[in-house]
């Protein structure tokens, strides 16, 4: 132990080297300008950032003794055949590594070694950590045929640590089925089933690190984005990727990604109106919507130039946009390029006459006040929030382009009963401004970048995957979720459907079925419930058992808010976090309850502290949340509180997944049929 504890001491010191050394750099004399200097400068603080020595997240957490001596091309430059694995690289002051980076090639078996394929590997080490300082170890000799195999009381420890604060990597824990899909390649999309407990979401963040340090100059220049559903969820793992020394990951919501400060989200939708919008089908009606402003013409373009007259006639220019739509351009593209076809047409005249124009005298004819006004008649500029606005508002205009693709009944669903008077006065809704969006990238093409997570995406309706798939369109993305936690009315049935309206159809399917974060008692009772919202999905097999972490007890309805608190107060008498479940209408009643017994809470997305571990959770939050112990109030009023019963029965699925250790439900009334 003590020498393990020294290349601990080691290590640290030369990471505070490692740093120092980034910290003199002096780019005086290096740097052009101010603006090269401004982007040097801000480059050496993400890096003095990267290598700051976390007190609290441990240097290295494993030790690989090869059988023989590993490439140097394997080993970031490194020979030898003893390495530590840890979440970033450390050198010392000759280069050679002390801890090598988790996603380096020579620490991949630390994952997939195993007794049956120990990958050259003759000893697998784990340590155990108490608040910083390494105080255990654990060995596995792989290559020894006489030691039989065995399960990690480290590692299992390391899964079941109390949670407060955000969401942690889980790099010290990794499991084969997941290291394959972290380490799978950029070039192609994955989507992960998984269901409550598999680490999908750690999987996909764990993934995005490592093709940034796979292909970092790449991803440096495309961006590389992580979509959740919600601001705390994403503030809940937000420290993820800094852990792992990733800084420039953005994080957003499918509703931050399609609003700007021109359409701001301050109205919703009924459900049917919702779904409605949602639907694949608007693209169309969208595109037909956008196309309709096209006119072709009935005038010839006469251009003045100098003492001559240059005539394109009607039937010519009636070509140029019949040529522009058939090609099947962006709008706004070939709104640009029909002033230079007219104009071509122009200098074609010239050149038959003698004349020899060059590409300065095209620009200039393209400019001429009667090109452009030819072409404002022939081909206007379209605002996409007006569109969506007339669309809405006008039943005419709507019946015009959903004609064949909506129905009557489901125009006037989505219809404004109100139209409103300009795009400033609209109260938008979630849904117009995904609509919005999709009008926008009918008019120019949306920014793609190198790669997308996209978490929670079982409830995700087509066109907001269509909105997600237009930012990778020539990327790559990850896809994250569990059907049976679908639980909006568009919630997609399959993830071939979800795919295809992301755009990417060829994508691999993985499927996570072990299960490490809740217990096999409580994912067995939540599991009654996938015959009913999710028929022939894989039940989650947990690894962990935990007797004792699951309690059902009914009450009276008079006292159940105090038999609640009480629950809470057991709870806390534990280590780690506590959320209280209930239903969005049954918030506030609890919230005054705890209040009166002097309990402080949080709101979900507040970070959890030693003073602080109870978080009063709204079902409809609850989703990609997960605590030491759940107390769940009122399982009926979390199925009544959803527009229908599979929908219900769903957000009830996620509230009994919440938990890491215990979990104890209180009810008054009468328990869901599946579950009684």
């Known amino acids: 132990m003590g020498r393990e504890r020294a290349h601990l001491s080691s290590s640290r010191a030369a990471l505070r080297a490692m740093r120092e050394d980034v910290q003199s750099l002096d780019i005086r004399d290096v740097t052009a300008n101010w603006v090269n200097a401004a982007v040097l400068e801000a480059q050496i603080q993400d890096r003095i950032k990267s290598l700051a020595d976390l007190s609290h997240t441990p240097l290295f957490f494993g030790r690989l003794d090869y059988l023989h001596v590993v490439g140097a091309d394997q080993a970031e430059g490194a020979e030898g055949e003893r390495f530590y694995i840890g979440r970033r690289h450390v050198h010392d002051a000759d280069g050679d590594p002390m801890v090598v980076d988790w996603r380096a090639p020579v620490s991949q078996p630390f994952y997939r070694a195993s007794k049956k394929d120990p990958h050259d590997v003759g000893l697998r080490r784990r340590f155990g950590y108490t608040a910083g300082e390494l105080t255990a170890y654990e060995d596995e000799h792989l290559s020894d045929p006489t030691e039989a195999a065995k399960t990690s009381k480290l590692l299992q420890t390391e899964i079941e640590r109390p949670r407060v604060g955000p969401m942690r990597d889980i790099v010290a824990t990794i499991q084969p089925e997941q290291d394959e899909i972290v380490r799978s390649g950029l070039g192609g999309t994955v989507c992960v089933q998984g269901g409550p407990g598999t680490g999908k979401t750690a999987v996909g963040l764990h993934r995005v690190a490592y093709l940034l340090y796979a292909h970092r100059e790449r991803l440096a220049r495309t961006g590389t984005l992580v979509i959740g559903p919600n601001a705390s969820f994403l503030h809940y793992i937000e420290q993820v990727l800094p852990a792992l020394g990733e800084l420039e990951v953005k994080q957003a919501t499918v509703e931050s990604l399609v609003t700007s400060a021109a359409v701001a989200v301050r109205g919703t939708d009924p459900a049917d109106a919702a779904v409605i919008k949602g639907d694949a089908r608007m693209a169309e009606v969208l595109r037909r919507a956008v196309r309709s402003h096209v006119t072709l013409p009935t005038e010839p373009v006469v251009v003045v130039r100098g003492s001559r007259r240059w005539r394109v006639p009607a039937y010519e220019l009636e070509e140029l946009v019949r040529q522009l739509l058939e090609r099947d351009m962006r709008y706004g593209a070939a709104h640009d390029a029909l002033p230079q076809r007219i104009a071509h047409a122009v200098l074609v005249r010239m050149e038959e006459a003698g004349e020899a124009p060059d590409d300065r005298v095209q620009d200039a004819v393209a400019r001429t006040p009667a090109v452009k006004a030819a072409v404002k008649a022939m081909w206007p500029l379209v605002d996409p929030a007006k569109l969506v606005l007339r669309l809405l508002s006008d039943a005419e205009f709507l019946a015009a382009h959903a004609e064949g693709l909506l129905t009557p009944e489901e125009q006037a669903t989505i219809l404004w009963a109100k139209p409103a008077r300009s795009v400033k006065s609209v109260k938008w809704s979630a849904a117009d ?244």
């Open 433 to 676: 401004a995904v609509l919005i969006d999709e009008a926008a990238d009918l008019v120019a093409r949306t920014h793609s970048l190198g790669h997308v997570v996209l978490d929670e995406a079982q409830d995700l309706s087509p066109m907001q995957y269509r909105a997600v798939g237009r930012r990778c369109s020539t990327g790559s993305a990850t896809v994250l979720g569990d059907l049976a936690q679908g639980t909006t009315p568009w919630a997609t049935a399959s993830w071939a459907d979800a795919l295809h309206h992301l755009g990417k159809p060829d994508a691999v399917v993985e499927e996570l079925t072990a299960g490490f974060r809740v217990p096999r008692e409580v994912i067995a009772y939540a599991s009654r419930l996938l015959p009913l919202i999710s028929p022939g999905l894989a039940e989650v097999e947990s690894v962990r058992e935990a007797p004792g972490s699951l309690s059902v007890r009914r009450v009276s309805e008079d006292v159940l808010s105090a038999a609640v608190v009480s629950a809470c107060e057991e709870s806390l008498a534990h280590e780690g976090s506590t959320g209280l479940i209930a239903a969005d209408a049954r918030i506030p009643v609890l919230a005054a309850a705890l209040s009166a017994a002097g309990l402080r809470f949080l709101s979900p997305g507040e970070e959890t502290t030693a003073e602080a571990r109870l978080t009063l959770v709204p079902a409809s939050l609850a989703k990609g949340l997960e605590y030491d112990y759940v107390v769940l109030d009122e399982p009926s009023a979390v199925v009544s509180g959803e527009p229908d019963e599979r929908t219900g029965l769903r957000r009830l699925y996620v509230a009994l997944t919440r938990a890491v250790s215990g979990l104890s439900i209180l009810h008054g009334l009468p328990l869901p049929m599946a579950l009684s």
